[in-house]
């Protein structure tokens, strides 16, 4: 073995001894479940847990109260790598998305890699970020905007899945917020005094539909009326529809969002109506994992003999905001296997990521992240 397979098996005798503690943080944070910026208690239990180890730690960063950042500084020249968790749950579900191992296995690394870079002398900064409302919210996009990743040189961050993969394809997301405004009128008495909101919208819908055969493969709109009027009898005066968009590319979906907007356009200069857009929340952009991450991230799973599969688009694909970070730095999201044939989001998912599938996956998380940071630290 050479010195840094050395220190690898360092690292895997660390997290095999430090296993139960890191057990308690994850099953704590399984029992109390929390919606997206309401992680109080997720976020206690991980600072708590990393500044036993002596890390720096300062709650509440990027002008969000459950987020953190957490540092080991050797004072040595060197790279800095940070390593992402996330916390929050599902609604009803729970940890359905398995985000009590996403941020246990970010913390249990850190700890891992920083007595590895203590003993041996490693130059570098190694951070812990803890990034809140993956689920809704998009925390890290709200990190990237307030320049918490500026001066970081590679972010890594593992998720459960039914297979562990070295690699990941995510779509980019933009959810937009369409308002239609009419005229009221007594819909049997004088309707032609009015101008039907709802008409707007259901038009828009059809507008939406037309478009479809022209979007690119692996693009995605998918929408709801929100608010359609109170009183059948009544013209509707104001109705409202949102809308998700999705591609594999973020300036292709950015594209899409125009021909939406004019599908919006369009609808309400048909039914005389008036139009107004509202953006809901983060814009997500398209996963573009490091490929010298990818590269560690697979060799890691080779040396600890964790059995993996390659990422194609035939595996479903979802949306991120660590796709956010990866258009910034270099960065990576991996998938580490929960439970084979058992899809994210569900109960069946919770259940795992809380019992003895989910040890498992912890044990190996903390490995893969640690031997992967380190590997960017030894550059």
Same mark, same amino acid.
């Given at each position: 073995?050479?010195?840094?397979?050395?220190?690898?098996?360092?690292?895997?005798?660390?997290?095999?001894?430090?296993?139960?503690?890191?057990?308690?943080?994850?099953?704590?944070?399984?029992?109390?479940?929390?919606?997206?910026?309401?992680?109080?208690?997720?976020?206690?239990?991980?600072?708590?847990?990393?500044?036993?180890?002596?890390?720096?730690?300062?709650?509440?960063?990027?002008?969000?109260?459950?987020?953190?950042? #957490?540092?080991?500084?050797?004072?040595?020249?060197?790279?800095?790598?940070?390593?992402?968790?996330?916390?929050?749950?599902?609604?009803?579900?729970?940890?359905?998305? +398995?985000?009590?191992?996403?941020?246990?296995?970010?913390?249990?690394?850190?700890?891992?890699?920083?007595?590895?870079?203590?003993?041996?002398?490693?130059?570098?900064?190694?951070?812990?970020?803890?990034?809140?409302?993956?689920?809704?919210?998009?925390?890290?996009?709200?990190?990237?905007?307030?320049? %918490?990743?500026? +001066?970081?040189?590679?972010?890594?961050?593992?998720?459960?899945?039914?297979?562990?993969?070295?690699?990941?394809?995510?779509?980019?997301?933009?959810?937009?917020?369409?308002?239609?405004?009419?005229?009221? #009128?007594?819909?049997?008495?004088?309707?032609?005094?009015?101008?039907?909101?709802?008409?707007?919208?259901?038009?828009?819908?059809?507008?939406?539909?037309?478009?479809?055969?022209?979007?690119?493969?692996?693009?995605? %709109?998918?929408?709801?009326?929100?608010?359609? +009027?109170?009183?059948?009898?009544?013209?509707?005066?104001?109705?409202?529809?949102?809308?998700?968009?999705?591609?594999?590319?973020?300036?292709?979906?950015?594209?899409?969002?125009?021909?939406?907007?004019?599908? @919006?356009?369009?609808?309400?200069?048909?039914?005389?109506?008036?139009?107004?857009?509202?953006?809901?929340?983060?814009?997500?952009?398209?996963?573009?994992?490091?490929?010298?991450?990818?590269?560690? %991230?697979?060799?890691?799973?080779?040396?600890?003999?964790?059995?993996?599969?390659?990422?194609?688009?035939?595996?479903?694909?979802?949306?991120?905001?660590?796709?956010?970070?990866?258009?910034?730095?270099? @960065?990576?999201?991996?998938?580490?296997?929960?439970?084979?044939?058992?899809?994210?989001?569900?109960?069946?998912?919770?259940?795992?990521? +809380?019992?003895?599938?989910?040890?498992?996956?912890?044990?190996?998380?903390?490995?893969?992240?640690?031997?992967?940071?380190?590997?960017?630290?030894?550059?």
């Amino acid at each position: 073995m050479d010195n840094l397979e050395l220190m690898k098996q360092e690292i895997s005798n660390l997290a095999k001894e430090k296993k139960e503690e890191f057990e308690k943080v994850s099953d704590y944070i399984f029992a109390n479940p929390e919606l997206a910026f309401k992680e109080y208690k997720s976020q206690e239990a991980l600072c708590k847990l990393l500044e036993s180890h002596g890390f720096v730690v300062k709650r509440g960063i990027a002008e969000m109260p459950t987020s953190f950042e #957490a540092v080991f500084d050797s004072g040595k020249p060197g790279k800095t790598v940070a390593l992402m968790g996330e916390y929050d749950c599902l609604p009803e579900i729970g940890h359905g998305c +398995g985000h009590n191992l996403i941020g246990t296995s970010a913390a249990g690394a850190g700890i891992v890699l920083k007595e590895v870079m203590e003993k041996h002398e490693i130059g570098g900064v190694l951070k812990v970020l803890g990034t809140p409302a993956e689920e809704k919210g998009s925390g890290k996009a709200i990190m990237v905007r307030h320049g %918490v990743f500026e +001066g970081i040189d590679a972010a890594l961050l593992m998720h459960p899945c039914d297979e562990s993969m070295p690699d990941d394809i995510s779509f980019a997301a933009i959810t937009l917020e369409f308002t239609f405004k009419g005229k009221p #009128a007594h819909a049997a008495a004088c309707p032609w005094k009015g101008a039907n909101a709802l008409s707007g919208v259901q038009l828009m819908f059809h507008a939406v539909d037309m478009m479809r055969l022209h979007f690119k493969d692996y693009s995605r %709109v998918h929408g709801i009326i929100t608010e359609g +009027g109170v009183a059948h009898n009544t013209i509707t005066d104001e109705a409202k529809a949102v809308f998700n968009i999705r591609s594999l590319e973020y300036d292709y979906m950015m594209e899409m969002v125009d021909a939406i907007r004019d599908c @919006a356009k369009g609808a309400a200069i048909a039914t005389r109506t008036e139009v107004e857009e509202r953006q809901l929340d983060e814009v997500i952009k398209d996963v573009r994992n490091d490929k010298k991450l990818v590269q560690y %991230v697979r060799k890691n799973m080779d040396f600890i003999g964790e059995e993996y599969i390659e990422r194609d688009l035939t595996q479903g694909i979802g949306s991120t905001d660590v796709g956010n970070v990866t258009h910034e730095i270099p @960065a990576i999201q991996f998938y580490v296997k929960l439970k084979e044939h058992v899809g994210t989001h569900t109960k069946e998912f919770a259940v795992a990521a +809380g019992g003895e599938e989910g040890k498992r996956n912890l044990h190996a998380s903390v490995q893969l992240l640690a031997m992967s940071a380190l590997d960017v630290l030894s550059e």
